[in-house]
Structures are given as structure tokens and as C-alpha cells.
T-cell receptor, first 111, second 115 residues
């Protein structure tokens, strides 16, 4: 049974559009949620969220966590073709060091 | 910016052969991990390593797998007798601290193909 569910699984947009990627989770003893961007190879770290309601922002990307409703969103504004990638959501539980990943959202930004 | 480096980028081996995948974690990081991603599937945790011993491992990490930090910089994953289902991208990762407040930084991966 999937603990981390991402939606949509894929998304195609045009440059300049704003996108919202979703990650819901169902785990006990939640500790943190992380977003990664995976282009052809390594997942590269974007954000780590531990507290509800506090937005993390980096340029055109932002993310927020809702621990009551057990989800997080990743927003990308004014998308560019370089944003095309698979965006991965992962959670960490207390008492464990491992990250549990979702299947990812494949974002394609067309010029 | 410091990064995790992995070699080789691609390894092809025959079923039953031993392979060693190598990683150089970020220099001031203390926690090391291996993950794998079978084509089209999720990234899966294999093992975490701290202070020269395994701190956590998954069900996937059976007796065919072992990890080692042979010196102050390298971190290796050995698969003793490879199977077809071991074909995957293997990612090494490291983090500065343990757990909740420390993100993992991943290497570019080694694509292992078992024929």
C-alpha cells in the first residue's frame, strides 16, 4: 500500500504557466517531507518541510505543508522549459532514517 | 557546490557475477545511503550507514548485498551474485546530520544492467 501518493502522475504545460503538484501521505509518526527534482540522473534537493503552514520559497518554486490534512504542494510559477523533470516527494518517519518516495510527477513544459 | 560522485556511470555484468559500485560522499557528511530505482518505478531505500556500521536496511538488502567504507572517502555497495532483477539505477546519497533536519544529497547514479 502506497504511503506517499503524488498527483498528477504527469502534466504538460506551456512556458509561462503556473503549476501545482500534489503530494499526500499516510504515515505514523511523520517527521519531514522533502521535494526533489529529478532530471536525467540524480534527484536534486528542493525543499524540506517539517512544520505546517510555513511556506518555503526558492525563486519561482515554493512549497507548503499541511500536517492536519497530510499533504504538501509544490508550486512553480512562470514555468520554463528547464523545469521539465520528474518531481519527487518523499517522507521521513520518526525512528527511521529512510526516505519513502512517491512515484513522482512528470512535468513537461513546452515552449 | 560539493557533490556526491559515483562510479561507474554504467556497469554491465553477467548474472551471477559480483559487482562493486563506488561512491564518494560529500566530505563533511557523516551519514551515507544507497537507494535504487528500477526503470519506471519508485526510488527505494536499501541501506543507511553511519560510524562504520549499518544503521538501517530494507528487506531488499539481503545477504547478497554489503556496504563498506574502506577509507576516509569512499563508500561502496557490493552485490555478490547479481540477478536479472538487480538491474536498476543505484543512487548513493549522503547527509550531514542524522534524520529529520538533514536533507539527503544524491549522486548521479550507476546504471547496473545484468544480462
Amino acid at each position: 500500500e502506497d504511503k506517499v501518493v503524488q498527483s498528477p502522475l504527469s502534466l504538460v504545460v506551456h512556458e509561462g504557466d503556473t503549476v501545482t503538484l500534489n503530494c499526500s501521505y499516510e504515515v505514523t509518526n511523520f517527521r519531514s517531507l522533502l521535494w526533489y527534482k529529478q532530471e536525467k540522473k540524480a534527484p536534486t534537493f528542493l525543499f524540506m518541510l517539517t512544520s505546517s503552514g510555513i511556506e518555503k520559497k526558492s525563486g519561482r518554486l515554493s512549497s507548503i505543508l499541511d500536517k492536519k490534512e497530510l499533504f504538501s504542494i509544490l508550486n512553480i510559477t512562470a514555468t520554463q522549459t528547464g523545469d521539465s523533470a520528474v518531481y519527487l516527494c518523499a517522507i521521513r518517519q520518526g525512528g527511521s532514517e529512510k526516505l519513502v518516495f512517491g512515484k513522482g510527477t512528470k512535468l513537461t513544459v513546452n515552449p | 557546490e560539493p557533490e556526491v560522485t559515483q562510479t561507474p556511470s554504467h556497469q554491465v555484468t553477467q548474472m551471477g557475477q559480483e559487482v562493486i559500485l563506488r561512491c564518494v560522499p560529500i566530505s563533511n557528511h557523516l551519514y551515507f545511503y544507497w537507494y535504487r530505482q528500477i526503470l519506471g518505478q519508485k526510488v527505494e531505500f536499501l541501506v543507511s550507514f553511519y560510524n562504520n556500521e549499518i544503521s538501517e536496511k530494507s528487506e531488499i538488502f539481503d545477504d547478497q548485498f554489503s556496504v563498506e567504507r574502506p577509507d576516509g572517502s569512499n563508500f561502496t555497495l557490493k552485490i555478490r551474485s547479481t540477478k536479472l532483477e538487480d538491474s536498476a539505477m543505484y543512487f548513493c546519497a549522503s547527509s550531514e546530520f542524522m534524520g529529520y533536519n538533514s536533507p539527503l544529497h544524491f549522486g548521479n547514479g550507476t546504471r547496473l544492467t545484468v544480462t
